[in-house]
């Protein structure tokens, strides 16, 4: 069995490490050579996004396909380079994912969102990834393609948590009044993701996040615990100096449910919040 990934970053690496282990081989996209190998150094055969014959020919091999590079002005890239190079080579994956956000959501006050509510996008970020989303599920049904949307929360793990940020005294304990967000451990989106190949489903939509949404302050306060380090002070949102994207993520809150991708995948969080997601990293010395 063969992964190909559009883009080769934390989330796709967690999938690869976890499909290399049941004896899965990898291809991934690159654009400059320093990334070739860095990939060939992961065991992962590296193919040019410029190189449409390479394309053609991994795609053609390939079982399962990973899209996870965000959209941008021009729509979703791994769209425009992947679907003539699938044409080109009469290539039908059994099983194709395109990593997309929450945020595609947008503001709900704090509300539960479910795949089958209305997307709201309150950002170009969210609204460019509701293009793409859309655009996927045209191509899947047009090539009879098994097409499957993955919406995602904030994604931590091991060298990528609040942790690091604790330790690096970069992190905020950013107060914005009602404001809760839903995050995923990067091995449980690995595991969504694994689920969903082991059952394709055509123009399937799941969120992959875990149990328990919160807030930004909670999480600091609990990871500063874990380290034993003092716990910053509160900041109020609009004190903190934060950068536009970040400014628009406080300024939406919701609570995304998972219930559909339990029901349909059979998948589980093994860390349901946050809580034993910061535990589990640090215990392995993350």
């Excluded at 410029?50 to 959209?71: F, H, I």
Aim: charged share 20%; proline share 6%.
């Amino acid at each position: 069995m063969r992964l190909f990934t559009f883009g080769y970053g934390f989330s796709a690496q967690a999938l690869g490490t976890r499909l290399t282990a049941q004896g899965w081989s990898l291809a991934a996209t690159y654009r400059r050579a320093e990334d070739a190998e860095r990939l060939k150094a992961l065991g992962v055969d590296a193919v040019s996004v410029s190189d449409p014959g390479a394309l053609a020919a991994e795609l053609k091999a390939a079982d399962a396909v990973l899209v996870t590079a965000a959209p941008d002005t021009e729509g979703c890239p791994g769209l425009r380079a992947l679907v003539p190079a699938m044409a080109r080579a009469g290539a039908f994956p059994d099983w194709l994912g395109y990593l997309s956000t929450t945020g595609v959501y947008g503001d709900r006050q704090g509300g539960w969102v479910f795949e089958t509510g209305r997307l709201a996008a309150q950002s170009m970020e969210g609204a460019r990834r509701v293009a793409a989303e859309r655009d996927w599920l045209d191509v899947g049904k047009g090539m009879g393609l098994t097409t499957t949307i993955f919406r995602l929360p904030g994604i931590y793990g091991p060298g990528r948590s609040t942790l690091d940020r604790l330790r690096a005294g970069r992190a905020k304990r950013i107060v914005a009044p009602g404001q809760v967000f839903s995050r995923i451990h990067v091995d449980d989106l690995a595991a969504g993701l694994a689920a969903s190949i082991a059952r394709p489903r055509a123009g399937g939509i799941y969120n992959l996040c875990d149990d328990e949404p919160a807030a930004n302050s909670e999480v600091v306060a609990y990871a500063a615990g874990l380290l034993d380090l003092p716990v910053p002070p509160e900041v109020p949102v609009e004190a903190a100096n934060l950068a536009g994207p970040a400014q628009r993520f406080y300024a939406e809150s919701k609570r995304v449910s998972n219930a559909r991708a339990k029901a349909e995948l059979g998948w589980r969080p093994a860390y349901p919040t946050y809580r034993e997601g910061l535990s589990a990293i640090l215990q392995a010395g993350g």
